[in-house]
Antibody
Framework: EVQLVESGGGLVQPGGSLRLSCAASGFTFSSYSMNWVRQAPGKGLEWVSYISTSSSTIYYADSVRGRFTISRDNAKNSLYLQMNSLRDEDTAVYYC????????????WGQGTLVTVSS | DIQMTQSPSSLSASVGDRVTITCRASQSIDNYLNWYQQKTGKAPQLLIYAASSLQSGVPSRFSGSGSGTDFTLTISSLQPEDFATYYCQQSYSTPFTFGPGTKVDIK
């Protein structure tokens, strides 16, 4: 079964840091580009970041560029999101998602991990 | 950045109704349009990819159409398990923007 499991969320103060992880199983992780998507409480979906199979190509949303860093370890079948200088508006459920096919759809998604930025 | 809009933002429908949700891109995105369903407290799930291709395991009452800037998701006969929020997403270029969502609830 293809599965993604996020971890690392929690409560952090504004200005703090957190590192999210996404463990992949059931597929050849190194063959797929990956993404992070977030959803603030009661709001819609916001794409956060993309990383290619070899980490050679990385993109970020303007809202996180310079503060967040995406990375992956293909030997460990894992995706990461290092989040620094966290703000209240970064409070959200963070999902990792596999990117598939020529038209680059997202499937599957992990169950999500909640990040709460609050003093 | 490519902006995505959806209409309506919400709708109330009955079991058995035909439901249509529209999605519009601010510029042409060819067929780089995907639809996701999200139930409360759950992760989004892929329904339709490349504008009109049905994801494996998704019931055939779901269908997608369109190309360029205008797209449609249709549920031919609404079932109780279809009450959820539906999002379109463009995967033509980063940032991979989502529409604001359409909430489908029980009439």
């Amino acid at each position: 079964e293809v599965q993604l499991v996020e971890s690392g969320g929690g409560l952090v103060q504004p200005g703090g840091s957190l590192r999210l992880s996404c463990a992949a199983s059931g597929f050849t992780f190194s063959s797929y580009s990956m993404n992070w998507v977030r959803q603030a409480p009661g709001k819609g979906l916001e794409w956060v970041s993309y990383i290619s199979t070899s980490s050679s190509t990385i993109y970020y949303a303007d809202s996180v560029r310079g503060r967040f860093t995406i990375s992956r370890d293909n030997a460990k079948n894992s995706l990461y999101l290092q989040m620094n200088s966290l703000r209240d508006e970064d409070t959200a459920v963070y999902y990792c998602a596999r990117q598939v096919g020529y038209y680059k759809w997202f499937d599957p998604w992990g169950q999500g991990t909640l990040v709460t930025v609050s003093s | 950045d490519i902006q995505m809009t959806q209409s309506p933002s919400s709708l109330s429908a009955s079991v058995g109704d035909r439901v249509t949700i529209t999605c519009r891109a601010s510029q042409s995105i060819d067929n780089y349009l995907n639809w996701y369903q999200q139930k409360t407290g759950k992760a989004p799930q892929l329904l339709i990819y490349a504008a009109s291709s049905l994801q494996s395991g998704v019931p055939s009452r779901f269908s997608g159409s369109g190309s360029g800037t205008d797209f449609t998701l249709t549920i031919s006969s609404l079932q109780p398990e279809d009450f959820a929020t539906y999002y379109c997403q463009q995967s033509y270029s980063t940032p991979f923007t989502f529409g604001p969502g359409t909430k489908v609830d029980i009439k």
